[in-house]
């Protein structure tokens, strides 16, 4: 192994985060080396994660609204069939169209790529193993770890990604199941499940919790499980699963319910209970580094460790596991080493479920305020009040804001409709700069849009909405 080359910054890892942070910190003047073991950059999001599901996601459901919907709109298709092979292709395609962006920013920002599995060592060096077997080694004044998270497995349902599959394996089914069983009723499970049930799949999910997207506001989950269930999805909520059994053929679930035990059959089963940091390449006992109860490693809000000039950001991190968390963190961290006064504020980043119609939440729900005791109001507008969503066909769900009741303040809301993650990032705005919901309420807004609906429901929370 030759001698340590030392540069400004080095991330271990090529995520959202990482490549993130890689390329803010070169836009500020320092030397950045990015060490990445995959083929290609992104991380688990661009290849296995968010990019590849929304593409299925987008595709499913073109496939979903001509077989269901074209003809409320006035056009009539015959001979409708699912070519699942170009599906996949194109869903390929698009990953590689992102895998190759990122590094199209690499040259461009002179970012260094260092291809192998990274290793940190004491001093901050960080041993990088190609796939031939060769070491090399940098030393960074500062490093970044970005190492991201891996999937939970269930004890006695270990991933083989054939018949019990974890986010990877869901993505690259050969064919579509006659019956897939999802265990975990969060985002994976929701959005992976949408997408095999429009393409012809029955779907079961099975939840431990008494509902489905646990810990949400309990209005938007109300919502939310009544529209999957009206679409198909058969929701198992306050269901353990007790026991399993894998074979050649298909996958069978014992379950139970107050009580009472049930045995649920698939073609498969995708497990998404949860995902849990990754420490590869860091040897946390080792190197003194401080932990949390789960295993994420401890940060502040500059994203510092407790190593001198080490950092950590995104999943590894714990708290909520999402892209541009790790990517708004991996600036945070960047611009910290660079000398200036960055901050990482989690009560704004949003939270999405790309199912149809999606979700979006940010800060707080209603139960939380209520169990605060701190004064508030509530305001909500339905999309079925809304000019836009009626000429789309997309009426159901709303918009909820919660605000203080003395300040107006916003301190949380809480959407189900058509293209609420776009909506949501209005919010987002108001809420860094403390906005009220007067703010929104007094803005002006195209019409007819869907973020009027926004606009109502800050309305309504002043007890003023127009159109209700």
Same mark, same amino acid.
């Given at each position: ?59 499913? #459901? ?85 190492? @991201? ?12 990604? &054939? ?43 099975? &939840? ?11 209005? +938007? ?27 050649? /053929? ?16 698939? /073609? ?11 420490? @590869?390449?860091? =040897? ?10 789960? @295993?994420?490693?401890?940060? =502040? ?5 407790? +190593? ?10 714990? !708290? ?9 963190? !991996?600036?945070?961290?960047? #611009? ?75 301190? !949380? ?42 606009? &109502? ?12």
């Amino acid at each position: 192994m030759s001698a340590a080359q030392t540069v400004d910054v080095v991330v271990l890892g090529g995520g959202p985060g990482g490549y993130v942070a890689s390329l803010r910190a070169a836009q500020l003047g320092l030397s950045a080396v990015c060490v990445e073991a995959d083929a290609t950059l992104g991380g688990t999001c661009v290849n296995v994660g968010c990019i590849p599901s929304k593409a299925l996601l987008q595709s499913s #459901e073109h496939f979903d609204f001509i077989r269901r919907h074209a003809a409320e709109h006035g056009i009539r298709v015959e001979g409708v069939a699912l070519d699942l092979p170009a599906m996949m292709a194109r869903k390929a395609e698009v990953v590689a169209q992102n895998t190759k962006g990122v590094e199209f920013l690499f040259r461009k920002n002179k970012v260094t790529w260092a291809r192998g599995f990274g290793t940190l060592r004491p001093g901050n060096v960080v041993e990088v193993r190609a796939s031939d077997g060769t070491i090399t080694a940098w030393h960074g004044r500062s490093v970044i770890l970005a190492t @991201g998270s891996v999937p939970v497995q269930l004890p006695f349902l270990p991933f083989d990604e &054939e018949r019990v599959l974890s986010n990877v394996g869901a993505l690259s089914l050969p064919a579509v199941p006659q019956r897939l069983l999802v265990v975990g009723g969060g985002v994976i499970g929701l959005e992976l499940g949408s997408v095999w049930r429009r393409l012809g799949a029955e779907v079961t999910v099975v &939840e431990y919790a008494p509902t489905i997207l646990p810990g949400n506001d309990e209005e +938007l989950v109300r919502e939310a499980d009544r529209i999957f269930r009206k679409q198909g999805l058969a929701l198992r909520t306050s269901t353990r699963v007790t026991g399993a059994e894998v074979r050649a /053929d298909g996958v069978t679930l014992t379950v139970e319910k107050d009580g009472a035990t049930e045995v649920l059959a698939g /073609d498969h089963v995708l497990v998404s209970v949860g995902r849990k940091p990754s420490l @590869g390449g860091v =040897d946390a006992a080792a190197l003194g580094l401080a932990l949390g109860a789960r @295993g994420e490693i401890l940060v =502040d809000d500059q994203q510092r460790t407790n +190593l001198p000039g080490v950092y950590a950001i995104g999943d590894v991190c714990g !708290g909520k596991l999402l892209a541009h968390k790790a990517e708004e963190e !991996g600036v945070v961290a960047a #611009e910290v080493i660079a000398g200036k006064p960055s901050h990482m504020h989690h009560h704004l980043v949003p939270g999405i479920v790309y199912t149809w119609p999606e979700l979006a939440m940010v800060g707080l729900t209603e139960q939380e305020v209520k169990a605060s005791g701190r004064p508030y109001r509530v305001g909500k507008f339905p999309f079925s009040a809304n000019g836009r969503a009626r000429t789309m066909g997309e009426t159901q769900g709303f918009v909820k804001f919660v605000v203080d009741r003395e300040s107006d303040e916003i301190l !949380g809301a809480h959407m189900v409709g058509p293209n609420v993650a776009d909506l949501m990032a209005e919010v987002v705005l108001a809420m860094a700069y403390r906005g009220s919901a007067e703010d929104i309420g007094m803005t002006v807004h195209s019409h007819p849009t869907l973020s009027e609906v926004t606009k &109502e429901a800050a309305l309504a929370a002043l007890g003023r909405a127009l159109h209700m």
